[in-house]
Nanobody
């Protein structure tokens, strides 16, 4: 089990950028696939992006391709989400999550979750 704490959310104008961080506890962070998900009010939690344990493989939702970039620093037990060219429809609570094994995009596949950080994009 790993404990996750997100940070970096906030209010930004459309077209702006934010960088989210997710700090993980535990010595086995480097073995986990990490994912970012988001949930807007009244909507289901949706996949945003995931990264394999080594960082060699990444998968993006079509809605964020070309705008968001995931990365990880296993020495710092941290995964990052750089979000550029933000749109009002990106407004949501963003969660990071961890799982063992292959990169998957379904929330139910992830075992450990952070508390979330709010991202609000104004038009």
């Amino acid at each position: 089990q790993v404990q996750l704490v997100e940070s970096g959310g906030g209010l930004v104008q459309a077209g702006g950028s934010l960088r989210l961080s997710c700090a993980a506890s535990g010595r086995t962070f480097s073995s986990y696939t990490m994912g970012w998900f988001r949930q807007a009010p009244g909507k289901e939690r949706e996949f945003v992006v995931a990264i394999s344990w080594s960082g060699a493989r990444t998968y993006y939702a079509d809605s964020v391709k070309g705008r968001f970039t995931i990365s990880r620093d296993n020495a710092k037990n941290t995964v990052y989400l750089q979000m550029n060219t933000l749109k009002p429809e990106d407004t949501a609570v963003y969660y990071c999550a961890a799982k063992g094994g292959a990169v998957l995009t379904t929330p139910a596949s992830y075992n450990d979750w952070g508390q979330g950080t709010q991202v609000t994009v104004s038009s």
